[in-house]
């Protein structure tokens, strides 16, 4: 299981470097350029690289939404299983409604992005005006990542030189929780997921 989990992870990630990148790279980069240049050239390079992109970020959205999609239900499915927090993890910490929320933007960015490549007459609004829907497009892909670390750190926690072992290399005074005890009952797992908050202590000074 953890080869799976490691080959959905390398999938999604890969995706969201090929969505976003693309969406910065045509925004800062690609749509500057071709401003510069006069309306037949600037059609003609729009079409050639419309051509080119669109398999990419069809790849970049299947990618992203089977992987994403196995990885949350076989996640609900182990915290299910482990009884994570007495059966209360997922209510607890709201991560079914911070999904629901990158979710839907999630599906923004998708119909966004594919309109700005897409030829179809109803997606043609996007292709008018598209420094003002490459900007929407990439401030809810910013957002969705956001979103994403944010709900990854509901259970790995914050990055602290404790890491998943609980191993405590310079000790504080009031130790936090052990990471192995995250999954106990709520309040290991608040203690847990607030020792990031809890300044440590200071190392003693060498006399
Ligand atoms: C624009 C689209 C998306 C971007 C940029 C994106 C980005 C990310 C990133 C950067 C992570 C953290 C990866 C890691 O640390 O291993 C992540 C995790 C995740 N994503 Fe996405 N994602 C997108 C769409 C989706 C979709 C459509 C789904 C589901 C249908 C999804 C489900 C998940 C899940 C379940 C996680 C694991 C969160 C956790 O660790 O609890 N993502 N995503």
């Not at 969406?23 to 059609?43: G, I, K, M, Q, S």
């Not at 499915?77 to 990158?102: E, L, P």
């Not at 052990?178 to 809890?198: I, L, V």
């Amino acid at each position: 299981m953890d080869a799976v989990l490691l080959l959905l992870r390398w999938a999604h990630i890969l995706g969201a470097v090929l969505t976003v990148g693309g969406l910065f790279f045509a925004r800062f980069a690609f749509l500057p350029a071709v401003a510069e240049t006069d309306e037949a050239t600037r059609e003609k390079l729009h079409e050639a690289v419309r051509r080119r992109w669109l398999p990419w970020v069809i790849g970049g959205i299947t990618l992203l939404l089977v992987s994403g999609l196995t990885n949350f239900l076989l996640f609900n499915n182990t915290v299910k299983s482990q009884g994570w927090a007495d059966g209360q993890w997922m209510r607890q910490t709201s991560y079914h409604a911070i999904f629901g929320v990158k979710f839907l933007l999630a599906l923004g960015v998708f119909y966004l992005a594919s309109g700005l490549v897409g030829r179809g007459s109803g997606t043609a609004w996007i292709r008018r005006d598209r420094a003002r829907w490459l900007s929407v497009t990439l401030g809810l892909a910013v957002a969705v990542v956001m979103i994403s670390g944010w709900m990854r750190n509901l259970h790995t926690g914050p990055n602290l030189e404790t890491g998943a072992t609980g191993v405590q290399l310079d000790a504080p005074a009031a130790a936090p929780p052990a990471a192995a005890d995250r999954y106990e009952n709520s309040a290991a797992g608040s203690a847990f997921r607030e020792q990031g908050d809890a300044a440590p202590a200071e190392p003693a000074a060498a006399e």
